[in-house]
């Protein structure tokens, strides 16, 4: 440790510090523009010059290293004159815009001018002009002009979203942020530049003109779009959702969110809203009042449980919905006397599955790790911010390797195998092989005669080697038709080599859902077509279910289809026979289960739109209209307390019930497969509505099929040319693009899409064709 003197003050902090550093510590207030605490010293804009005892001029406290003894002086006339005269060099070029800037109110640069500007200024040249440019449809590069070149979007840029954007061109006051020629700014991550540029230069371009920051309420939220359950607050106007911005929780998110989280409020005032019960009659659908549709929906569980027996009643839930809705939900289903519920909408081998699938550690142990071992995941699109905590933590000591398909480049180093989904489960036990070999341990039943491969090799050595590892069972390996078999091999490598297992499941209560008793007999049970009557909370099956074809046919054959649900779509209203209107998580209390185990609760930040009403508040209702004990709530407080206890961590655990792998060696299959990702903005009912996310190029990656190299060879094509893609008897034509590491024999098709609804199975044999 060292120790300073600053402004009279004596402070320790560790060696190779900075001066901004000591008065971070203290309390003092430097003022700055570049310097931010998660990214690099560029030392660029000078604002935060200080005095430092026989120093000839003054030091910019954000790049000058602390030495035993120094004395600084952060608020002497010498500092003060030198950070004025910094501010009036900044001010000669800024324009006089301050009434029409989107960051009148917040902005750094206004601040600061009051305290350390002048009146008046001594420059009369005209000032300079920087043209706009279009980046994309979520940041709004309108009034470059303004930009005072901190550079803390390029940096960010680099350091954190893993992918240059941005950069700066030409030199002195020529010098501007631009793109590279003719691209967009396409990063998961981009709009955090929006809230790191200190001054107007970069804007949230959907709340452009919208309002000004005083006028706006704040609550404090959490995002339920993945299962990191990143901490943001929701800015408000006229009981309308207006932007969305992130809360610092160093636990959880830092001090960034995804842009899945930022500008998914556009899609809860969509047009596809519903704010009156409305039930089906004669093929026509009618608006009803509540207490008519609850008792239609009341009469129909009572018949057709008396009629067919209590496990012709399923319910079917996305991991969106909180966990006081999910422990009601399930409470009516097994008061009726079955366990056919589910949220877990996509994984179709339950034999094996997690009691709780999480992550087996804090999110914070995520960035002091040394080895990982990831199987299975989209990782950069799945959990953008836990990548970039992956990422942060590669750029030290932390040794990345994943199993997956390919073409999915998570800007990480990692030492990979890429392999049809077939495959995967012979790859992962070339790697228990190995570990077993290496610790002389009895491999798993049913990998004796496998042959290790020299990345399996290279993988198992990498995670021998470590002191923290983790490994991390990712989206796609939990919808995998043999997800138990890698469960249990990916225990035993975990247990062999020391390392945590964890999970990265989808949807942002799908921990809380394990804990509340949300899950039963598994989404293939629910929809084999034996349920007569289907309870859907927050679903279109189109797009939530594993199979959209099977889905629906299973729907059809029920006797009622009771959705609740703040959206109507085409395929909800083709297969529902009443739709109840629920509030989105913005309108009602909720409560969420990270991945980690934390129980999270928000209160509402708008008030209910039109007549719909909270889901915990309807199944309550139709909990006590079915005769059911224990539905005498008056709080949600209660309903979570009964559905969580004092107690609830115990009950995460990762431990399998299955002990050896049941498949045997299992190889390739001949042919093509499809391998398909939840696209970054399909995953809910709300992200696909907000229109700027469908624009972006993520949105639109979604729509297209994903090829490699081999077969864009074969096939002749280039970038955009249309392919046929059969699945079983099922055929569509969309555009291919280019995936350059993608398996050999791998289709990558995203679910959640129109095109992917008219097809089968994630998993499975498909061919492809030039149209």
């Known amino acids: 440790m060292v120790e300073i003197e600053l402004d009279g003050k004596t402070v320790e902090v ?38 430092v005892e026989k120093a000839p001029k003054p030091l910019p406290a954000c790049a000058t290293p602390v030495t035993q003894g120094m004395k600084v002086f952060t608020h002497s006339a010498k500092a003060v004159e030198a950070q004025r005269s910094v501010m009036e060099f900044l001010l000669i070029n800024h324009p006089l815009d301050c009434p029409i800037c989107d960051q009148g109110g917040e902005c750094q640069l206004q ?75 396409d990063s998961e991550l981009s709009g955090n530049m929006i809230d790191l540029c200190p001054v107007g230069a970069l804007t949230s371009k959907p709340f452009r003109y919208d309002a000004r920051t005083w006028e706006l309420g ?266 138990s078999d890698l469960h249990v091999l990916a225990q035993f490598i975990a247990q062999q080599t020391g390392a945590t297992l964890g999970f990265l499941p989808v949807g942002g209560n799908a921990v809380g859902a394990s804990l509340v008793n949300a899950n039963g007999a598994g989404v293939q049970s629910l929809l084999s077509g034996d349920r007569r009557a289907v309870v859907l909370l927050n679903i279109e099956p189109d797009s939530d279910l594993p199979n959209p074809q099977e889905a629906r046919s299973a729907l059809a054959k029920a006797n009622t289809v009771i959705a609740l649900s703040a959206y109507k779509s085409a395929d909800l209203l083709e297969v529902a026979d009443v739709i109840l209107p629920i509030t989105p998580f913005t309108e009602t209390v909720s409560t969420f289960v990270n991945l980690e185990g934390r129980a999270q609760t928000i209160q509402p930040s708008v008030k209910p739109l039109g007549d719909s009403r909270p889901a915990w508040k309807v199944l309550r209702v139709l909990g006590g209209l079915l005769n059911l004990d224990g539905f005498l709530y008056n709080l949600p407080e209660e309903v979570l307390g009964e559905a969580l206890g004092d107690n609830y961590c115990t009950r995460l655990s990762n431990q399998s019930t299955a002990n050896a792998v049941s498949s045997g060696n299992a190889t390739a299959a001949a042919g093509l497969e499809r391998m398909a990702d939840v696209n970054i903005y399909a995953g809910d009912p709300i992200v696909r509505r907000s229109s700027v996310l469908q624009l972006t190029r993520d949105a639109k990656r979604g729509n297209q099929v994903g090829l490699g190299q081999k077969l864009f060879s074969e096939f002749g094509l280039k970038e955009g040319d249309l392919v046929q893609v059969s699945q079983g008897n099922q055929t569509v034509v969309m555009p291919a693009t280019l995936e350059t590491n993608l398996a050999p024999t791998a289709v ?24």
């Open 218 to 483: 704040r609550k404090r939220s959490v995002s339920p779009h993945d299962s990191l359950g990143a901490n943001m607050t929701v800015q408000t106007k006229n009981n309308k959702v207006l932007r969305v911005v992130a809360l610092e929780n160093e636990a959880i998110n830092e001090c960034w969110i995804s842009d899945r989280d930022r500008f998914s409020y556009e899609g809860l005032n969509s047009a596809d809203r519903v704010t009156t019960p409305m039930v089906k009659q004669g093929g026509q659908w009618l608006e009803t009042d509540w207490q008519s549709a609850l008792d239609y929906v009341a009469h129909s569980l009572k018949t057709i449980s008396t009629e067919s027996g209590a496990q012709a009643i399923g319910a079917l839930a996305h991991p969106i919905s909180s966990t006081e809705e999910l422990h009601l939900l399930q409470k009516i289903v097994r008061g009726l006397g079955s366990n056919q519920v589910e949220t877990r909408l996509r994984q179709t081998d339950i034999a094996g599955a997690a009691p709780a699938p999480w992550l087996g550690m804090p999110v914070t142990k995520l960035s002091e790790l040394d080895r990982a071992l990831v199987i299975g995941s989209f990782l950069r699109k799945d959990q953008p911010i836990i990548a970039a905590r992956i990422r942060t933590a590669s750029k030290r000591s932390l040794q990345v390797s994943r199993i997956d398909a390919g073409g999915d480049d998570w800007l990480i180093p990692a030492t990979g195998i890429a392999a049809s989904p077939s495959a995967w489960l012979g790859t992962l036990s070339e790697v228990a092989l190995a570990v077993a070999k290496a610790k002389s341990a009895s491999a798993p039943a049913g990998t004796s005669n496998v042959s290790v491969s020299e990345q399996a090799q290279k993988i198992a050595d990498s995670l021998l080697s470590g002191t923290n590892a983790a490994v991390l069972i990712g989206s796609a390996a939990i919808a995998h038709p043999q997800a």
């Open 748 to 771: 990558r098709i995203s679910v959640g899409t129109v095109a992917s609804a008219k097809l089968g199975s994630m998993f499975g044999p498909v061919t492809v064709s030039k149209a």
């Open 111 to 185: 601040d600061l001018a009051v305290g350390y500007g002048k009146s008046n200024s001594r420059y009369d040249e005209e000032k300079r002009v920087v043209f706009h440019k279009n980046v994309g449809p979520l940041i709004s590069m309108q009034e470059m002009s303004r930009c005072i070149h901190c550079t803390r979007c390029v940096r960010f840029g680099q350091e954190v979203a893993g992918v240059m954007e941005l950069g700066m061109i030409n030199r002195g006051e020529h010098s501007e942020i631009t793109t590279f020629v003719g691209q967009t700014v």
């Open 14 to 51: 560790p060696q190779g510090s900075m001066v901004m550093h000591a008065a971070n510590k203290l309390g003092a207030y430097v003022p700055h523009f570049c310097y931010h605490k998660k990214l690099s010293i560029a030392a660029n804009c000078r604002m935060c010059l200080v005095e």
